[in-house]
């Protein structure tokens, strides 16, 4: 199994994911300005859309998108408990806070990576970044997981985005509700050792 990731990407979910799962995978790094892989392979033959990450099976299958991958990890590892039982409500509470995740939260950030994007279009994406800080960190006060009572992809994947705003000069100092359940989290083995691998500690 290979999982393809850019390093501080948040192809570093599945990678933590994979890691608390205890999967034997290997991580390949992409370039994502030229989309080639380390080894010089074209990275679009994985995925089209050239993003990361994508995760490739031993059977030669694929999947992409983050919350798709968190849970097929999840899935495969049951006994890891990173994911509620399917079809109990926990289940439809953890794809709604995987859904947020990926189509609000991620996508406010993707102006202010973007080498093209305008003065403007950056101010509002950092306005619309710490929206979303100053409700999430309301919502986490007193709490420790981001969907239920246990510890979930959703955690994983909310932790790497909450690394993001240290790139785009956001100041986290007025979330400390997040910035208690980030530091929890990266505590976690498997948090440490994907950072390493990825150059990130």
């Known amino acids: 199994m290979q999982l393809f990731i850019s390093p501080g990407a948040c192809s570093l979910a599945p990678h933590i994911a994979l890691r608390e799962a205890g999967a034997d995978f290997e ?3 992409v370039d994502l300005a030229t989309r080639k892989t380390e080894a010089g392979d074209d990275f679009l033959a994985v995925n089209p859309s050239g993003k990361v ?4 099976l031993d059977n030669g299958q694929s ?3 983050n919350p ?3 849970l097929y990890i999840a899935d495969q590892n049951p006994e890891v ?4 039982a399917e079809g109990s409500f926990e289940r439809y509470q953890l794809l709604s806070r995987l859904s947020f995740l990926g189509s609000e939260f991620h996508k406010a950030f993707v102006p ?4 093209g994007a305008s003065d403007e279009a950056k101010a509002a994406a950092a306005v619309a970044v710490e929206n979303h800080l100053a409700a999430l960190d309301k919502e986490l006060t007193g709490r ?3 969907a239920g009572d246990s510890f979930s992809v959703a955690d994983i994947y909310l932790f790497v985005m909450l690394g993001w705003p240290g790139y785009v000069d956001i100041d986290m100092s007025a979330y400390p509700a997040l910035g208690a359940y980030a530091g ?3 505590q976690r083995p498997a948090v440490g050792a994907a950072l390493k691998a990825e150059g990130l500690a």
């Open 68 to 70: 798709a991958i968190l």
């Open 53 to 56: 990450p994508a995760l490739t």
């Open 184 to 186: 929890k989290i990266a």
């Open 112 to 115: 202010l990576f973007a080498p």
């Open 27 to 29: 991580a390949v790094k």
């Open 81 to 84: 408990g990173l994911a509620p």
């Open 63 to 65: 999947l992409t998108e």
């Open 144 to 146: 420790d997981h981001f």
